[in-house]
T-cell receptor
Framework: NAGVMQNPRHLVRRRGQEARLRCSPV?????VYWYRQLPEEGLKFMVY????????ESGMPKERFSAEFPKEGPSILRIQQVVRGDSAAYFC?????????????FGPGTRLTVL | AQSVTQLDSQVPVFEEAPVELRCNYS??????LFWYVQYPNQGLQLLLK??????LVKGINGFEAEFNKSQTSFHLRKPSVHISDTAEYFC?????????????FGQGTILTVHP
């Protein structure tokens, strides 16, 4: 029973490059959340997606960040023109029904380093 | 808006001693409360959650937490810790203002168990 998969686990980019982070939810889960963990801080909500729909992107920076969860394939978090401040661990979580009481199952995270 | 405060950033303790990790929250609506554990370089794993009913919640690995509505607290306890409990612990609340599981996390508490 595979859990949430994220790749790559570590990603190094130079300032101005693009970063693409992938998340495959638990099989059968159609609800995905992305969180960002900055150094010395807790996780901060970024975006909530259902298949083919963005439900809540209130935690996403307005520029350079985008997310998608297509009908087929993994969810993608895309950061264009990365800056040093984007260096963080990005976690994806999935849940079966997306409800308030659901347990969210977290992936191991992608640690992004911007040089 | 909701917020979660974990009162201790680091808690050192000796093996087999009891431990309490403190969590306070603020919210103007009903909340659901969670404790997650993060081992080094891994994703978050659910320890326990409070949804309703009995205020004492038992979780995995011998942990338990007590929901106290009047004090808006949800402290995590374990009567006797092991070296393997060394990890970072996060308290989180589900946003009662939405219908989905948008989690707000505390800053985390690093528990270090010494032999």
């Amino acid at each position: 029973n595979a859990g949430v998969m994220q790749n790559p686990r570590h990603l190094v980019r130079r300032r101005g490059q693009e970063a693409r982070l992938r998340c495959s939810p638990v099989k059968g889960h159609s609800h995905v959340y992305w969180y960002r963990q900055l150094p010395e801080e807790g996780l901060k909500f970024m975006v909530y997606l259902q298949k083919e729909n963005i439900i809540d992107e209130s935690g996403m920076p307005k520029e350079r960040f985008s997310a998608e969860f297509p009908k087929e394939g993994p969810s993608i978090l895309r950061i264009q023109q990365v800056v040093r401040g984007d260096s963080a661990a990005y976690f994806c979580a999935s849940s079966p029904a997306g409800s308030l009481t659901d347990t969210q199952y977290f992936g191991p995270g992608t640690r992004l380093t911007v040089l | 808006a909701q917020s979660v405060t974990q009162l201790d950033s680091q808690v050192p303790v000796f093996e087999e001693a009891p431990v309490e990790l403190r969590c306070n929250y603020s919210s103007s609506v009903s909340v659901y409360l969670f404790w997650y554990v993060q081992y080094p370089n891994q994703g978050l794993q659910l320890l326990l959650k409070y949804l309703s009913g009995s205020t004492l919640v038992k979780g995995i690995n011998g942990f338990e937490a007590e929901f106290n509505k009047s004090q808006t607290s949800f402290h995590l306890r374990k009567p006797s810790v092991h070296i393997s409990d060394t990890a970072e612990y996060f308290c989180a609340v589900s946003d009662g203002g939405t219908s989905y599981g948008k989690l707000t996390f505390g800053q985390g508490t690093i528990l270090t168990v010494h032999p």
